[in-house]
Each structure stands twice: as structure tokens, then as C-alpha cells.
């Protein structure tokens, strides 16, 4: 299970490196939806399962929305690549930065966070945070459906911007 875990957390900062280094938003967004992916997974080795798919499930309901919206606007017949020269050297750079760090810092405090809730401890029938579960239904159900509700608002203003000049809200008088 720490391979595991570390592959996730190797995937969390390879995914954040190709985010922050990508000028295109087809591929920064791409390397958003890895980077949720892999946090969930980090989530889900730390003991929080169902807390990582509602954070998975409305992080990749706010993705579309932001990935309609980014890629209406960013309308580029050849977007850069993560093998073009400049997103290459800021990634080279980004990771370097990240080696640098991880050097400066190794052998430190955090040398038990490499180890996954699974083990910790005995067999449990139960995890952490199913708890959570019937609290977040029963007191926070309203709220859901409102957040529900204001992401499906948010996707038909998107949509309805982007269809285009001459028929959408954004045309010349």
C-alpha cells in the first residue's frame, strides 16, 4: 500500500508540474482532472473514501463547467503541447524546483504520512468517515442540492455565452 500511495503522490506532483507549466488550457485542464485523481487517491489511502468521491464528483463538475468556458474563449487552431520547447524548459524547470525542495527536506517530519490508514491498525468493519456520511445527508442535504443546482445554472450561462456571436448574448448591437 505505500507503493500505492507513493505512486499517488508522484502523480499529484507530476500532474500539478504539467498544470502549472502549460499555457494551453486544453492540457492544463487535462492535467487538472490528474491532479483531482490523484489527490482522491491520496485521500482515499489517508482513511477518507467518501469524502474523496464527493470532492472527485463536484471538482469534476466544476472542471467541465471551467473547461467549456476556457476553451471557448481560448479558440487556438495549434495549442502548445507538453512537447514544445517552452513548455519543455518550463517543466524542466518546475521539476527541478521540486527535486530541490524534496532535497531540501527529506529525511524530515513527515516520514509517517508515507503510510496508508490500512496500516495502521487491525481489521475494522467500519472506516473513519462513514459517520460523516449520514450527518452530511441529514444536515447538509439542502445545501447539496442548492450546490447541485447553481453548477447546472453555471453550465447553461457557459454554454449559452459561448454558443456564438451571432446568436448568443454577446453580439453587436
Known sequence: MTYIMSLFLL?????LVAVA??????????GLVVVAGMGCGVLVGHGGPFLSLVLFLIYLGGMLVVFAYSAAL????????????????????YLAAVVLVSGMFWGGWYEGSWISVDELAGFSVLRG?????????????GMLVISA?????????VLEL????????????
Open 11 to 15: 502523480g499529484l506532483v507530476l500532474g
Open 149 to 157: 443546482w447553481v453548477l447546472l445554472l453555471t453550465l447553461f450561462v
Open 129 to 141: 468517515d462513514t459517520g460523516g456520511v449520514a450527518l452530511m445527508y441529514s444536515q447538509g442535504g
Open 74 to 93: 481560448a479558440a487556438e487552431p495549434y495549442p502548445e503541447t507538453w512537447g514544445s520547447r517552452p513548455v519543455a524548459v518550463y517543466m524542466g524547470l
Open 21 to 30: 507549466s502549460n499555457p494551453s488550457p486544453y492540457f492544463a485542464a487535462l
Open 162 to 173: 459561448t454558443r456564438g456571436l451571432s446568436r448568443g448574448a454577446l453580439r453587436a448591437v
